[in-house]
């Protein structure tokens, strides 16, 4: 991209995004080849052999798909999709009977979302490897992965909010995820004029905690704040731990067309939160306790998902707790804010703003204690600009969203509109390099970029728009991620490659942290399910009403029982199907014919269950859908269904029967008995 066609864009560029176009780089010049990985040895620095790791795990936002995608980098190879926020009938997630509590939320049962920020979990603000939290944004909600497992184990409604969009952002000892309203709304919701915003409405910031045992979240206190919109956020470190920093943009309080309305100022605010101060509030008792009905589900260790319902929060107003809320003002409209490795400087992606500004944590200290306010917004003082301000990157480009560090003095920052990743040096704001992207970069990632010591050895672009990069396919193109070598004093573009969904944000870390961690099977002996059954002597089938309980184990390559007879139309049949194999990577799959449901996925010692309500009479194959073995095509069974009115007694064919068959028959003789006592017929 050369710099002489940036005035003459620039107005074009500000007018495409107000109209929500994107500018792509496709009327750029191309770069040398070199930068742009076409030279051989690009090819060798992302080629990963057969039978080779990656370098690094890399966990990005799947967006509308509401999931996460684990890339192995350099290779960009997809590795795995875990499920969180919607259901995935690759491995049943939110359609077994185990995992649908896991997508209950207070407006019910809630399978999808759209997930833009994926969190390691830090010590001492370095990822640890233990946990991933991800925001939903729809219907605000915080979910958290393990990171032995690749799954979903808890997922935390944020009640008062809208739009959860600045989330989850950990503290730098995981002592808090956050979650800030993007859309303000009434706290609690009611039935109000949208005319009334600026006074019935609130932009409600949430800090719950985890604990660091079990990862396990819990809503701590909610702080409220004017009605502005709640971008991002990103906590502060070492010398700035103890507080998170918060961008708001319509901070003019627009309740329609935002897109002139919230864009009139020429500043709007980042929000600098002391949550020790909120701690210390919350211990003197200064916030108000408000009801809240929200849930919290989690994973238990018997492997089915419960949901409790929380019923209240206490919320804190800066009135109420001086000290913990100041704004900064920062140009205009900013979207990310990033806090770099040292923990002094707090960097805001000023969407429509012409220079990158860089406030300064010592500095920020310094203002408060000197109260050099700049008037206040709704009781909460607002810093002069000039006395926090560290410096401004002049000329970064355009359409600044986000900023990522790579641990030698070093930020890179994503441009949009003029679609390059800006590198700039933190001692003096001057840039260094720029590397056009393809095309219209939103987050970019480096390995520990956010934390305090990051891997700087790559950057990841997360491009929103791939046009001429892949063969076509329709209307709807891949989203794509760009890898570039960040090593060197040059950026230089190594890789290409499409993403699932659209990735917003993305995580990465060495994979040596966390791979040899991983569970390899669930234990069959310690399986608590209560309808799992250990072995195959302990299948059954048992009726009670209209519900049928099948006790089933799958074992290479057979189905315990595979022929059941005696069901009816209209009974809801659970099939409880565990998984006998004690051996790595060996699960098998269920899925019955007439089932309006996803088919199970079930891990080694596992049980999954799904029920299915049969509308019509017949005999129904079942099998296995995960080719597990050379029989695995044999790996199938029947069951037959009755009409309603039939008397056809349950049977099947596992060992359990014979004791039933024999008990029953045992029952009916001692009937015949009696009858012979007492008709005395023969
Ligand atoms: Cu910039 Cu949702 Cu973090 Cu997308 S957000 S780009
Ligand atoms: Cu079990 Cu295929």
Known sequence: MSRSIRPRTRRAAWLALIAGGALTAAGCGRAD????????????????????????????????????????????????????????????????????????????????????????????????????????????????????????EEILEIPNSAGNHSSPFVTENTEYVVAGTRFSVPAPQRDVSIDDYKEAFSGMLTFATVDSATGHMAIAFQIRLPAFDYDLSHAGKGPSHGWSFFTSYNSEQGDTKLEVNASQRDKDYIAAINWKRAEQCVAEGKAAAQPARYAHNLMGDDGIARTEWGTGVRVLTPAACPGLAYYLPTPKSPHGVDVDPTGEYIVAGGKLATVIPVHSFSKMQKAIADQAFDGEEQGIPVLKYQATIAGEVQNPGLGPLHTEFDGRGNAYTS????????????????????????????HLMIPGGDSRKPWGKYAIALNKITKDRYLPTGPELAQSAQLYDISGDRMRLLLDFPTIGEPHYAQALPASLIKERQLKMYSLMQNKDPYAVRSEKATKVERSGGVVHVSMTSVRSHFMPDKIEGIRVGDSVYFHVTNLEQDWDVPHGFAVLGANNAELLLMPGQTRTLVWVPGQVGVFPFYCTDFCSALHQEMQGYIRVSPKSSSIALKWNSPSYQAVAERDEHAERSDHDDHDEHGGKR
């Open 33 to 152: 080849a070199a930068r742009l990985g076409e030279a051989g040895d690009a090819a060798a620095k992302v080629y990963v052999a057969p039978g080779k790791y990656d370098e690094f795990y890399a966990f990005f936002s799947g967006g509308f798909d509401g999931q996460v995608g684990v890339y192995g980098l350099p290779s960009g190879r997809l590795l795995k999709h875990v499920p969180v926020f919607a259901q995935n009938p690759e491995n049943g997630w939110g359609y077994s009977e185990q995992t649908k509590p896991m997508m209950n939320t207070s407006y019910g049962f809630v399978p999808w979302d759209d997930a833009h920020h994926p969190q390691l979990s830090q010590t001492a603000g370095v990822p640890d490897g233990r946990w991933l939290f991800i925001n939903g944004n729809n219907t605000p909600r915080i979910a958290r992965l393990d990171l032995t497992r690749f799954e979903t």
């Open 415 to 442: 441009m949009f509109l003029s679609s390059e990743i800006v590198k700039w040096s933190l001692k003096d704001f001057k840039v260094l390099d720029r590397a056009p992207s393809y095309y219209s970069v939103g």
